[in-house]
């Protein structure tokens, strides 16, 4: 079974801390997503990346980084988190080869309160 | 533009009903399909796919999906809903103008099975 795990279920920090979300998934996928959810918007896509050192910006990057320097692990930065940063992060993997089917697993989500 | 709509915010259905979760799609080629499923708190899970082949796909918990071509959807459908799927699903499309295995997400369906 494809394995994705978060670093924190819940977190709290405060307004103007450096905010660092981490993910890594045992299945040697290329791909890697970081997507945020809120109440009546859905899945919004932050920042993706296919393959080590590589990433896209998705519909919503401002305010975010990411870094990914090892295959199985992607990082998501919140540089100076603020208030309207408060949401559910959802990361995610995927294959990337020939022949697969591009179905994304989820990890558990992190739920991060920004006071 | 390439897009996925669930119609539908909300769909009640009482134990031992079918019940059917509605998903539309608009992509430029051949779709590839998905429905996800979220419980509280809990990050998507995979429930199945179409990419190619028989109209009827069958996943995981007894749901299973028929793809329409013509009508351009893919409903999701069990003949005898239980409480325990009252949850939250996504209908989902790969993003074909993207080679990095981008999934377009709907807004979600809130499913609401009652005894």
């Known amino acids: 079974d494809v394995k994705v795990t978060q670093s924190s279920r819940y977190l709290v920090k405060r307004t103007g801390e450096k905010v660092f979300l981490e993910c890594v998934q045992d299945?040697?996928?290329?791909?890697m997503f970081w997507y945020r959810q809120d109440p009546g918007l859905g899945l919004r896509l932050i920042y993706f990346s296919y393959d080590v050192k590589m990433k896209e910006k998705g519909d919503i990057p401002e305010g975010y980084s990411v870094s990914r320097e090892k295959k199985e692990r992607f990082s998501l930065i919140l540089e100076s988190a603020s208030t309207n940063q408060t949401s559910m992060y959802l990361c995610a993997s995927s294959l990337f080869r020939t022949g697969s089917s591009y179905e994304q697993y989820f990890g558990p989500g992190t739920r991060l309160t920004v006071t | 533009a390439q897009s996925v709509a669930q119609p539908e915010d909300q769909v009640n259905v009482a134990e031992g009903n079918p019940l059917t979760v509605k998903c539309t799609y608009s992509?430029?080629?051949?779709?590839?399909l998905f429905w996800y499923v979220q419980y509280p708190n809990r990050g998507l899970q995979f429930l199945l796919k179409y990419i190619t082949g028989d109209n009827l796909v069958k996943g995981s918990y007894g749901f299973e999906a028929e793809f329409n071509k013509s009508q351009t959807s893919f409903h999701l459908k069990k003949p005898s809903a239980l409480v325990s799927d009252s949850a939250l699903y996504f209908c989902?499309?790969?993003?074909?103008?993207?080679?990095?295995?981008?999934?377009?997400f709907g807004q979600g369906t809130e499913l609401s099975v009652k005894p």
């Open positions: 992509v430029s080629g051949n779709p590839y």
């Open positions: 989902a499309v790969r993003d074909l103008y993207n080679q990095g295995g981008k999934l377009i």
């Open positions: 299945m040697d996928h290329e791909n």
